[in-house]
Structure formats: C-alpha cells, structure tokens
C-alpha cells in the first residue's frame, strides 16, 4: 500500500465518518480490505432523479460497490462499474475517477418493473429486477492508455454475490465483499461496503514464506465469518464511527487502518461536451431532435440541460448549405 499507515487500530472516532473511504489490513491473517460508507454523495445523485424505489435502492448498491472497487485499484482516470440486462432495469451505471468523484444512472422500463413487483424481489433483487445479461468492470485512463475491461454474467441473487462471482470468474482472486444501501429515518439515502482479498505474494510481509495452505485457509474462513457478521445498521449508521466498525468486526485480527480518502458527487458534463458530441453527428439528424425550435440535450447522470436554438446551433455546423 502506498498511504501512510497507523498503529494497530483501537476503538476510537475519526473526523469523517461519511463520504469516506477508509483502507485497511488484517495483519493476523494478511487481508487488505476497504471500507466505504455514503451519505450526502449517494443521496445528491440519486435525488436528481426520480426513480422509484426498487431501482434507486439497485443504483444506490451499485454505486456503493462501484466506489469499494475503485478504492483497491491502482488507476489515473475513471473505473466504472455497469450492468445490462433483459429485466426491467435495463442498465445501471456507476463510474468514479481517481480523484473521487462519483456519478451514477440507471434505466428501466416502468410497466416492466410494475409486473415485476407482483413477485418477492427482495431475496433476489438481480434475477427478478436485471434478468439475464452481464456485468462489466471498466478502468479507462485516458485516450493514450489502453482501455481494461472485464465482463461476466449477471451470477447471484444480489449485487454483491455478482462481483464476487467477477473476481472467481475473471481475477481467480478471492474476494469477499457486502454491501448495504436505504433510507434513513429523515429520507436520505445512505450506502455502505466492507471489501476483503487477499494480499498479492510481494505484499503479504507478515506471513510467513513457510505458511500452509490450510493455516491460509483457516484465516480467509475466519475473517469471511467476522464478515457476515456485520449488521446494515453499523455499515450505514454515521453516529458509528467507520474505525468502530472495523475494530468491532476484526480487533482479534490485528486490524490496521490506512489514511482514508474522501469522495464526492460530481457529473463530468459541460456544454463543451455536448457540443462535442453534436458536432460528431449529421446536422440533418441534429435537426430532427428539435422541439419548440431548439436542441435539448439532458445529461442521463445529473439531469443537467443544454438548449441550443437555431444560432447556437449555426454556430456549431457553420451556415446550412
């Protein structure tokens, strides 16, 4: 890890406890691990929208997970974490860059969805709300770069069982990982993720060269049973301090916590953008997106609009001919 470490975590508050990520390692048992607890972030993407409540508590854990994921990648520009599939939340899509910004968007078929609530969806929210289709892990750092993707079937009942069924199926790294995401008593939407893998060979500097097989076994057991341990209240309750949590689950574990990062919600759009995109397409065809004499163009992330009429967009093309 290259972030400064401190002593062996004890009970005690931190400054920020929301909007965090906070990294850390189980020195027993040689796990890394990431915390990330969303307040005002989850809450201000997914208020822009007016998704009903089965697609917004989706969006919230991918967003959430897409946030855990980011944190243990080493990457200068953006991760981003989708889902497509034939149920009726068609496309989900979460990305944040390196610096920490976070956006995220979701589209769904309404009479679908309906019909799909006439079943129990909350034990298996991914079958009955995504369908079939796939998952997909992309880290993109820029046009100089070569773009990483991974893709493997929408697999679980939950969103969380699907990226563990991605690092089994396409890192044959072991991961375990749960997320949480709801409202709080006044309404506001708050997520949360706890993330543990295994240390790489040239990081794992507290185990021993000799160690067994089944004393690595042993531990990956342990630390997964502390996991599941975890309660949606202390993931996602703020008055819990994120360091709290973690020497609650894993104090036995010679818990160690990193210098934690913070995120925040932010879109990458701009009427600059847009025009970009305008001019890479036929002006015929612009033309045809007119209503009340002009261009309206929505961002699907922030719901932010840009109007172009009829001199802005000359601007754009030049003269018609």
């Given at each position: 890890?290259?972030?400064?470490?401190?002593?062996?975590l004890?009970?005690?508050?931190?400054?920020?406890?929301?909007?965090v990520?906070?990294p850390?390692?189980?020195?027993?048992?040689?796990?890394?691990?990431?915390?990330?607890r969303?307040?005002s972030?989850?809450?201000?993407?997914?208020?822009?929208?007016?998704?009903p409540?089965?697609?917004?508590?989706?969006?919230?854990?991918t967003?959430?997970?897409?946030?855990?994921l980011?944190?243990?990648?080493?990457?200068?520009?953006?991760?981003?974490?989708?889902t497509?599939?034939?149920?009726p939340?068609?496309?989900?899509?979460?990305d944040?860059?390196?610096?920490?910004?976070?956006?995220?968007?979701?589209?769904?078929?309404?009479?679908?969805?309906?019909?799909?609530?006439?079943?129990?969806?909350?034990?298996?929210?991914?079958?009955?709300?995504?369908?079939?289709?796939?998952?997909?892990?992309?880290?993109?750092?820029?046009?100089?770069?070569?773009?990483?993707?991974?893709?493997?079937?929408?697999?679980?009942?939950?969103?969380?069982?699907?990226?563990?069924?991605?690092?089994?199926?396409?890192?044959?790294?072991?991961?375990?990982?749960?997320?949480?995401?709801?409202r709080?008593?006044?309404?506001?939407?708050?997520?949360?993720?706890?993330?543990?893998?295994?240390?790489?060979?040239?990081?794992?500097?507290?185990?021993?060269?000799?160690a067994?097989?089944s004393?690595?076994?042993?531990?990956?057991?342990?630390?997964?049973?502390?996991?599941?341990?975890?309660?949606?209240?202390?993931?996602?309750?703020?008055?819990?301090?994120?360091?709290?949590?973690?020497?609650?689950?894993?104090?036995?574990?010679?818990?160690?916590?990193?210098?934690?990062?913070?995120?925040?919600?932010?879109?990458?759009c701009s009427?600059?953008?847009?025009?970009?995109?305008?001019?890479?397409?036929?002006?015929?065809?612009?033309?045809?997106?007119?209503v009340?004499?002009?261009?309206?163009?929505?961002?699907?992330?922030?719901?932010?609009?840009?109007?172009?009429?009829?001199?802005?967009?000359?601007?754009?093309?030049?003269?018609?001919?």
């Open positions: 890890m290259t972030t400064a470490a401190v002593s062996t004890e009970s005690s508050p931190v400054a920020r406890d929301t909007d990520v906070q850390f390692q189980l020195d027993r048992s040689n796990l890394r691990g990431r915390m990330v969303l307040g972030v989850l809450d201000e993407i997914l208020s822009r929208h007016a998704y409540g089965p697609v917004a508590q989706m969006l919230a854990e967003i959430t997970l897409a946030s855990t980011a944190a243990a990648l080493k990457y200068e520009g953006v991760f981003t974490l989708q497509k599939g034939d149920g939340i068609k496309l989900m899509v979460a944040v860059t390196s610096a920490g910004a976070v956006r995220g968007y979701a589209q769904f078929d309404e009479d679908a969805l309906k019909a799909a609530l006439t079943a129990d969806v909350e034990a298996a929210p991914v079958p009955a709300l995504l369908g079939k289709g796939y998952l997909a892990f992309t880290v993109d750092q820029g046009e100089h770069t070569q773009r990483y993707q991974g893709i493997v079937g929408l697999d679980g009942a939950r969103m969380d069982d699907c990226v563990r069924h991605y690092f089994t199926q396409s890192e044959q790294l072991a991961t375990g990982i749960v997320v949480h995401a709801g709080s008593d006044d309404g506001n939407w708050a997520g949360g993720a706890i993330m543990l893998q295994a240390l790489p060979d040239e990081d794992a500097g507290s185990v021993a060269s000799d067994k097989p004393d690595l076994e042993d531990d990956w057991r342990r630390a997964m049973a502390l996991l599941s341990t975890v309660t949606p209240g202390e993931v996602l309750d703020p008055a819990l301090s994120v360091n709290d949590v973690l020497y609650r689950l894993f104090h036995e574990e010679e818990v160690r916590a990193y210098d934690p990062h913070g995120l925040n919600a932010q879109c990458r009427r600059e953008r847009v025009v970009t995109v305008l001019q890479s397409l036929p002006r015929e065809e612009v033309a045809e997106l007119k009340d004499g002009a261009v309206d163009v929505a961002c699907e992330f922030c719901s932010t609009h840009y109007r172009f009429d009829d001199a802005e967009i000359e601007a754009i093309y030049g003269p018609a001919s």
